[in-house]
């Protein structure tokens, strides 16, 4: 009985961990930019939603409504304004902007919002279902799913419309894609604004289960780095075969390791995943 509690955990925190690396890898993977924002801009959206209750009474799941054209408007200023003048250049120098932006969307945050831990509390709470000997609280159950719509939501994005097949097109040859008459600019900062959108609405989601702070952002940042090597990298299912593996090595690995040592398990099974197969779970050699 123990066992399917913790698998049930497992699948729900994982379900948000797909939803923060879809985002993550999508950037990496269309731009070949390392997106350290990505953590920052999912804590901010934390204290969006933290705000929107506490101020205005607005429930942090219709937060959602208000980060998503936030965020990927935001993402879309950062891209088109600052990202895409170094767009060719190595890796090494996109990381460090993303890296100084970081900083500076870090820092503020703690000077706005100062480093004490805030946690997203409902009144009255939801409460928890019974499936059998399972019990899953409301709104982790909720923010799992609503985590797994978005992450369709993005594939169906990707897979349906027009400027999703354009972005397609740009990740497989940028330069045929602009032979054929693709704003490769244009998609870079589309791409961008998506990326910052998942990690926006991610924030409201975590906010309602764990307590946030300016100094959380490094800590969503590796767990999406880890789902997007796992799943394989700009692969929307991939990162959610990358989330859900990562939701269950670090329940189960509370479990027989300790709470402390769950971390630990899931960058041992990243280095695991990039000996045995680099590409990751869903991924495909020389594809990116």
């Known amino acids: 009985m123990l066992y399917l509690q913790i698998l049930a955990n497992g699948l729900m ?71 895409n003048r170094m767009i060719g250049a190595p890796v090494l120098l996109t990381l460090t902007l993303t890296f100084g932006l970081d900083l500076m969307l870090s820092n503020g945050m703690l000077a706005a919002f100062t480093a004490d831990f805030k946690k997203v509390s409902l009144d009255p709470p939801l409460g928890a279902v019974l499936a059998g000997p399972v019990v899953l609280p409301v709104d982790r159950l909720i923010a799992m799913v609503l985590a797994l719509a978005l992450v ?23 330069e045929a894609a602009a032979l054929m008459g693709v704003r490769v600019k244009t998609v870079y ?13 991610s924030g409201p989601l975590l906010a309602m289960i764990f307590p946030i702070s300016p100094l959380s952002g490094s800590a969503y940042l590796s767990k999406a780095f880890v789902v997007c090597v796992l799943g394989g990298l700009g692969s929307v299912p991939g990162a959610l075969v990358g989330g859900l593996a990562l939701g269950l090595a670090e329940s189960f690995g509370s479990l027989w390791l300790g709470p402390e040592h769950a971390t630990t398990l899931s960058f041992v099974l990243l280095i695991l995943i990039l000996l045995v197969r680099p590409e990751g779970l869903l991924g495909r050699k020389g594809y990116a």
Not at 16 to 23: D, E, K, P, R
Not at 41 to 69: K, M, N, Q
Not at 154 to 172: E, K, N, Q
């Open 13 to 83: 925190l994982g379900g948000l961990y797909a939803c923060i690396g879809a985002g993550f890898s999508l950037v990496w993977g269309v731009l070949n930019v390392i997106n350290i924002l990505h953590g920052s801009f999912i804590v901010l959206g934390g204290y969006l939603a933290f705000y929107a209750y506490s101020v205005a009474g607005i429930h942090p799941f219709f937060s959602l409504l208000i980060a998503a054209p936030v965020f990927f408007a935001l993402g879309y200023i950062v891209q088109s304004g600052l990202v």
């Open 152 to 174: 369709g939501l993005l594939y169906l994005t990707l897979s349906r419309s027009r400027i999703g097949r354009a972005i397609v097109a740009v990740r497989m040859d940028r």
């Open 189 to 201: 900062a589309i791409t961008f604004g998506l990326g910052a959108l998942m990690a926006g609405v």
